[in-house]
């Protein structure tokens, strides 16, 4: 069985095998030859589906007139009565199926990513899918170069609180295979499918020779389906309408129903909404644990507390391509020009932000010379007006400056060439010297002396223009 499995659905080197799409879908009229009675190893077993045959040898398919002739011709290859012509029978690298143009279109490498296995689960006894995954185990494809998904669980609520699967406790192999599954199922938080089904039968509700741990989940889906047939049965009766399907139709719309371990809700467009849980395993024990749920309805997911566990442990770049198409669910990663643009805005934010703060610490503190309580008020005292366009001003005003006291003239001589020798002198117009501090040496020079002459020389320029 693991040989046929080998062949039929992997080929060396992880490249995907069509040759089980037309063996299974498509299979031969010539039935199966028995293997001849030597020692030498069988041929492989092909698979006939007794029923697909027919279909394909005396059926005729009717298509609409919503058919495209590509996809008719695309469809009548697929369903050839001879095998030989059949579109993917032939080669094991599916070129002629991938060339076709209705597929041409498909991106095959995301599809190739995704493993979806149409078998019953191994959690609840499916011998196909634990040789599957064993096979993919020998073959190093359960790496995480792809993530299996069991189709089954989708279609009804696979119980994962406080339980434990034998299969993976008794299994080294399947239980490190199964590392890079997800399982996608119907969440119940309500309790799940065998604690709300021994509930049921404490209350007398199902017989009570009845073992939950036996019962399959898929149960829980049938009752609720037949809960929301009877539901939306009566919302017809009580409109005062026949019940028809047209009728069950239009009336099965906006309302709330309370299923066997879930509730579903039911909108004003008539889509069910029906909650969703990704579960996955730890690759160390044999429960399973939720790590995201999926809203339909939103296309959203949320947190569940626990995080992904990645095949051996290495996860995939945070910039890898997205697994679905773009959307709320999951929108890839980011491109790197839009990084280096995204960049760019933000230094240019950031310039402009300075600039703007410089401008308004200037307006402010042009402000606080004007009026306020840090405006500078000068005496005459303080100050010496030198007018440079006479020079027998100047030498008057050197004059008046003789009779004071020997530290002021001493302060006078120190800047009396100043004015003479300097073009700002000519371009300012008159001069203004500030008494000389005491003292012979001045190490240091405060900030708020420092402002002071800023501003001082704020006024000059100002009255300049």
Excluded at 284 to 306: A, F, M
Excluded at 371 to 397: A, C
Aim: aromatic residues 8%.
């Amino acid at each position: 069985m693991a040989a046929a499995i080998r062949g039929r659905f992997f080929t060396p080197g992880g490249a995907q095998h069509c040759g089980f799409l037309s063996a299974a879908a498509t299979a031969p009229a010539e039935p199966p030859q028995k293997p001849p009675k030597t020692h030498q190893e069988p041929p492989e077993p092909q698979v006939e589906n007794k029923e697909v045959t027919r279909r394909i040898l005396h059926d005729a398919v009717a298509y609409s007139e919503r058919v495209s002739p590509a996809a008719r011709a695309a469809c009548e290859g697929l369903l050839a009565k001879d095998p030989g012509d059949r579109l993917g029978f032939r080669g094991h690298d599916c070129a002629q199926l991938k060339a076709h143009p209705v597929f041409g279109a498909v991106n095959w490498g995301r599809l190739e990513a995704v493993v979806l296995m149409c078998m019953h689960s191994v959690l609840l006894g499916g011998e196909e899918q634990r040789v599957l995954l064993e096979e993919a185990e020998d073959l190093g494809m359960t790496d995480g170069t792809y993530v299996f998904v069991p189709y089954d669980a989708l279609t009804f609520p696979l119980p994962y609180r406080r339980v434990s699967y034998p299969a993976l406790a008794n299994n080294t192999k399947l239980r490190l295979a199964y590392d890079a599954v997800l399982t996608v199922t119907i969440d119940s938080p309500d309790g799940n499918f065998r604690e709300v089904l021994q509930e049921a039968k404490e209350a007398y509700e199902v017989p009570a020779h009845i073992d939950p741990a036996q019962v399959h989940p898929l149960f829980a889906t049938i009752y609720n389906s037949i809960h929301f047939l009877a539901a939306a049965v009566e919302a017809t009766r009580s409109t005062g309408h026949w019940v028809m399907g047209t009728s069950v139709a239009e009336n099965i719309r906006d309302f709330q129903l309370e299923g066997f371990c879930q509730n579903f809700s039911v909108g004003e467009d008539g889509d069910v909404t029906v909650p969703y849980v990704v579960l996955d395993t730890d690759n160390k024990g044999d429960h399973l644990w939720p790590v995201y749920g999926l809203d339909p309805g939103t296309r959203g997911l949320g947190y569940r507390g626990h995080r992904i566990h990645w095949p051996h442990g290495s996860s995939p770049g945070t910039d890898a391509g997205c697994w679905f198409e773009s959307g709320t669910i999951c929108n890839g990663g980011l491109d790197a020009t839009f990084i280096l643009l995204l960049f760019l805005l933000i230094a240019a934010l950031v310039a402009a932000g300075a600039a703007l703060a410089c401008y308004i610490r200037r307006r402010i503190q042009q402000a606080q010379l004007m009026k306020g309580p840090n405006k500078i008020i000068l005496t005459m005292e303080d100050l010496t007006f030198i007018n440079t366009q006479s020079s027998k001003r100047v030498d008057g005003s050197r004059t008046s400056l003789a009779g004071r006291s020997a530290g002021d003239t001493k302060s006078v001589k120190s800047v009396t060439a100043a004015p003479d020798n300097t073009n700002v002198a000519i371009a300012e117009g008159d001069w203004v010297w500030l008494k000389k501090f005491p003292g012979e040496q001045h190490n240091e020079v405060k900030p708020a002396t420092k402002l002071v002459f800023c501003k001082v020389g704020t006024i000059w320029g100002h009255r300049g223009q």
